[in-house]
């Protein structure tokens, strides 16, 4: 029906920056809450940020004031815009949208493939 493709990731030293981008396509009426979660090596896949059409934005704890995520919806697109990056920020990110395919669809969770960030101390 669609898919979520996710671009930005990469290696980069301790204290720098990275934007992270993300665009659903195919079979797309409306996307609701828009995201991003990460997993570590050894541990469980976490929410990093999300944001709903119109509203504000959640962060977890451990990225507060270092991550910004945004929106475009005449796009259907989210970024990730992570500034002091530290080591333990790496980890595969996944893009998230809650997506109706049609007017009276339910609202299915669609998942990007995963980017990698490294972060190097």
């Known amino acids: 029906q669609g898919q979520l493709v996710e671009s930005g990731g990469g290696l980069v030293q301790a204290g720098g920056s990275l934007r992270l981008s993300c665009a659903a396509s195919?079979?797309?009426?409306?996307?609701?809450?828009m995201g991003w979660y990460r997993q570590a090596p050894g541990k469980q896949r976490e929410e990093v940020a999300t944001i709903i059409s119109g509203g504000s934005p959640n962060y977890a704890d451990s990225v507060k004031g270092r991550f910004a995520i945004s929106r475009d919806n005449a796009k259907n697109m989210v970024y990730l815009q992570m500034n002091s990056l530290k080591p333990e920020d790496t980890g595969v990110y996944y893009c998230?949208?809650?997506?109706?395919?049609?007017?009276?669809?339910?609202?299915?969770?669609?998942w990007g493939q995963g980017t990698q960030v490294t972060v190097s101390s």
């Open positions: 195919g079979r797309v009426f409306r996307v609701n809450t």
């Open positions: 998230t949208a809650d997506v109706r395919t049609a007017i009276m669809s339910p609202v299915y969770k669609w």
